[in-house]
């Protein structure tokens, strides 16, 4: 439940930010979801191998590159998939531990691509100012309908819960 939400706005983010195409994997029955978060193309990952999953995103963007990805599923196979399709000069970023095959972390490869592992805690001591600015932003974001919630009731305080999980919801 907690990886879908997360693709979620992953992929309501990159509609937002005007990223175009926006191409994700799921399964068949996922698809019509996705493409109401954001997503122009779903590949099934049922019928298409992460063999195949580069040449089906070059085919896709085709004469557009692809310089961003993001792989919320971040297994050795995604990993290399989503390398194979990344652009020269193109960033990755991956929330599991990196597969060593595609690159070292933070440092760019032959071809200028660089992966990147995320890691981000709100209660981390280093991330709390980014934290209240993001949380501002995303409580604006929510009101305009910018961004949805998936299957959540949104109480009048409930960025602030996130802020202050001491906080219970009525």
């Not at 175009?20 to 109401?36: F, G, L, R, V």
């Not at 009101?143 to 919630?149: A, F, I, P």
């Amino acid at each position: 439940r907690a990886s879908r939400l997360i693709v979620r706005a992953a992929l309501q983010l990159a509609k937002l930010g005007g990223f175009n195409p926006i191409i994700t994997t799921a399964s068949k029955h996922n698809e019509d979801y996705c493409k109401a978060a954001g997503a122009t193309h779903v590949l099934d990952y049922n019928t298409t191998p992460y063999t195949s999953v580069a040449a089906a995103v070059r085919e896709i963007a085709g004469r557009t590159p692809v310089t961003y990805i993001y792989d919320a599923v971040s297994s050795i196979e995604s990993q290399q998939a989503s390398w194979d399709a990344l652009a020269d000069g193109g960033a990755m970023v991956v929330v599991q531990f990196l597969n060593e095959v595609i690159g070292k972390p933070g440092k760019d490869d032959e071809r200028g691509r660089r992966v990147v592992r995320v890691f981000g805690s709100a209660n981390e001591a280093e991330h709390q100012e980014f934290a209240r600015e993001m949380y501002a932003a995303l409580e604006g974001m929510l009101e305009k309908g910018e961004l949805k919630v998936c299957g959540q009731r949104h109480k009048d305080n409930g960025i602030s819960i996130l802020m202050n999980p001491s906080q219970t919801r009525s």
